[in-house]
């Protein structure tokens, strides 16, 4: 899940040449996000670190503005509770005495 997410992300990406001859690269959506490099591949590399520590940050801190990508999120889904759960089994209930 976690690999399709970065890659799907990493599609996304932007790179631009700058004035002094380095790359720089960013997805938009990713607030604060970015990566460079003397090449484009080393920018790529950069980017994707930066991503993969942007969200190992985001994730840790619980915070709830990571993008969804088409149908990827990181966000875990809510169970249904649309069916009734069994209750337990009584005769396998022990009780503090």
Known sequence: MITKYLQ???KRAHYELMEDGQFWGEIEGFDGLWGSGRTL????EDLQGALEGWLLLKLWDHDDDIPVLGRLTLYPRKASL???V???DSSRTRRAS
């Open 8 to 10: 799907e992300a990493m």
């Open 86 to 88: 069994a209750p337990a």
């Open 82 to 84: 649309s069916k009734p």
């Open 41 to 44: 591949e080393e920018c790529r």
